[in-house]
Structures are given as C-alpha cells and as structure tokens.
C-alpha cells in the first residue's frame, strides 16, 4: 500500500487544518490508521489512530477535543481535522497502516508496518 499525505501547511495559532492521506494498491478498509508526528530532534509520536470500522479512536492526550481522525473505506482516506493550533503542533505528519486485520489500535509506531511521506505543518505564535 503506498500512502500520500496532504494538506500541511504554514498556519497562525488558532488556525485550522485538515490533512488528508489516500491510499493506492490495495485498499485499507481492513488496517488500522494512524497519524504521527515527529517534530525537529524529537522522536515519532502518536497523535491519532482510527480502527478499521471507525468505532474505536484513540488520541494523544495533548490533541483531544482538539483534533479528530476519520476515515472513508469507499475512498481509502484518512482524515485528521485539526482546529485550535499550537505552536507546538509544529511537525512533520505521517499516515500509516497497520497489516490487515488488525484489531488494536496502537501509538506504538511498529505497529504500523506502511507509512506515507509526511506533510509538514507549522503553526506560527
């Protein structure tokens, strides 16, 4: 499965985003999405999973009520809304995949085992 992510962007505090990342050759309704980040000299992190029906999402702490994932199975796309900005939302944002069937929805980013090439999103104070 080979994943593109869009809709980074330079944006003001408080500002909003949605990233979009689409899948090609093969379709994912049956993965575990994911979203992560990872910041300049800062590890990957978790920022937002989804499971395969939509029913179970799990969100990094600092994100929730802030940020939300979806997903399209019909247009293999997954979605990450984001609203209210931070200056620390600053980082590059990945999509990823988990093998087919999986149940769990995991932050750990081994659990994800195809990924796209990331958009950049920074958010000036």
């Known amino acids: 499965v080979q994943l593109q992510a869009s809709g980074g962007g330079l944006v003001q505090a408080g500002d909003s985003l949605t990233l979009s990342c689409a899948a090609s050759?093969?379709?994912?309704?049956?993965?575990?999405m994911g979203w992560f980040r990872q910041a300049p000299g800062k590890e990957r992190e978790f920022v937002a999973g989804?499971?395969?029906?939509?029913?179970?999402?799990n969100y990094k702490d600092s994100v929730k009520g802030r940020f939300a994932i979806s997903r399209d199975n019909t247009k293999d796309t997954v979605y990450l809304q984001m609203i209210s900005l931070k200056p620390e939302d600053t980082a590059v944002y990945y999509c990823a995949g988990t093998a087919p069937g999986t149940v769990v929805v995991s932050t750990t980013p081994t659990s994800y085992i195809y990924w796209g090439q990331g958009t950049q999103v920074t958010v000036s104070s």
């Open positions: 050759g093969r379709t994912f309704s049956s993965d575990v």
């Open positions: 989804i499971s395969k029906g939509g029913r179970n999402i």
